[in-house]
């Protein structure tokens, strides 16, 4: 009977200390999303620091990617990690780069044991992070939450092992599939609440990408216009084979205080890239694609992984947006539907191709839906 009962508390203590870790990781992983958008070319990764159930340390990737999440944590918890339990969203580094290895930190703090949702694929780091702490005598636990890291962290995979930014498709789309109106002429469909939602995923991706059409339609800004996050704005990015972006543009006059890449072909003028180049704009060359005109985008998505992109915002035009989906490159889609109706003559969402091809494409699943106010919101995630 004795052995009953304490087989019974064994079991109710067990499914406790789950749940308290559990909890504790999605702390992590709610610290590691405020460096989205800031953190590249590093991942964002959130740690938490716990001791006798209570937390004594939280730390996030800074912005610029240093310091990293572990070191931030533990100097905040100071002597208190030692012997504490160290929650992490990925695979502590085990190499040195610009900063000494996570591992070494974790180690020297004096921790006894860590619970990692996620391991790192980076050659750099691939279960040597892990390795190096059970050396140490340190109790390593890898799996917890590991669903929603890899979410989290998906820039950072698809940029490791797809040499290519993971690619954020946004459509605002009226009810008869349109994004314009007639004549290409510029037309708002979304509504404050969706605005709010779009300008929130623009700081938290690490770059925007619309091409040379909308930007001599429309001269867009494409910063993160919410209040007090300006600064969060992420790099714009146009894609322009023969540069012909207007100097006088919104975006070239911003140039020093947001950055703006344009992509072009080898071919396009020396003394317009000069100009740009002047002004404080970067320009970079890519291919060009064969037989469309136009830039190959896997080539421009290479130079962006180059750069350290990993979270890439695709937002405009019509011709982009399905160039991108007919190549096969987009990861993500947020459809945002408006309530209006455009009429015959407006701007189809994706060109020449339906819609369908994102919304009853097996390619796609649906992954969140929501409402904002008048507008619908759907998520859709490659399946």
């Not at 990925?90 to 703090?109: F, M, R, T, Y």
């Not at 109106?181 to 770059?207: F, M, N, T, Y």
């Not at 830039?295 to 890439?312: C, F, K, P, Q, Y």
């Not at 109706?341 to 191709?353: F, M, T």
Request: charged share 25%; aromatic share 4%; net charge positive.
């Amino acid at each position: 009977m004795i052995f009953r009962i304490l087989e019974d508390q064994f079991a109710k203590k067990s499914l406790m200390s789950k749940a308290a870790d559990r909890r504790f990781m999605q702390l992590a992983l709610s610290l590691g999303r405020r460096g989205q958008g800031r953190t590249w070319p590093n991942p964002a990764v959130g740690a938490v620091v716990v001791k006798d159930g209570v937390i004594v340390g939280r730390g996030w990737t800074q912005a610029g990617g240093r310091p990293h999440a572990e070191p931030e944590a533990l100097a905040r918890a100071g002597e208190a990690a030692r012997g504490a339990t160290l929650y992490v969203t990925l695979e502590p580094c085990s190499h040195v780069g610009k900063s000494p290895p996570c591992a070494d930190a974790i180690i020297a703090a004096g921790v006894s044991r860590v619970v990692s949702a996620i391991e790192d694929p980076n050659p750099e780091v691939a279960g040597q992070g892990h390795a190096r702490l059970r050396a140490a005598g340190i109790t390593v636990d890898i799996g917890l939450c590991a669903r929603e890291a890899a979410h989290d962290h998906v820039g950072h995979f698809r940029r490791i092992r797809d040499r290519r930014p993971h690619v954020i498709l946004k459509l605002a789309v009226s009810p008869d599939d349109k994004i314009g109106a007639a004549g290409r002429r510029p037309l708002k469909i979304s509504r404050e609440g969706a605005k709010a939602r779009v300008h929130l995923l623009r700081a938290q991706c690490d770059a925007i990408l619309v091409g040379i059409g909308t930007v001599q339609a429309d001269d867009p800004r494409l910063t993160c216009r919410l209040p007090g996050m300006e600064a969060r704005s992420p790099v714009r990015v146009v894609l322009d084979r023969s540069l012909r972006i207007p100097g006088t543009s919104r975006l070239v006059h911003s140039a020093r205080e947001t950055p703006l890449w344009v992509m072009t072909s080898s071919l396009a003028e020396a003394p317009a890239a000069m100009k740009l180049g002047a002004a404080g704009a970067q320009v970079i060359r890519v291919a060009t694609a064969t037989p469309r005109p136009g830039l190959d985008l896997r080539s421009v998505l290479h130079a962006l992984s180059e750069r350290g992109i990993t979270r890439l915002m695709v937002e405009g035009g019509a011709r982009v947006a399905s160039s991108f989906v007919a190549a096969g490159l987009v990861d993500e889609v947020w459809l945002l539907r408006g309530a209006d109706a455009v009429g015959a003559g407006g701007v189809a969402a994706l060109d020449a191709l339906p819609l369908t091809s994102i919304t009853q494409s097996r390619a796609f699943r649906v992954r969140a839906s929501e409402i904002l106010q008048k507008d619908t919101l759907t998520i859709y995630e490659r399946a």
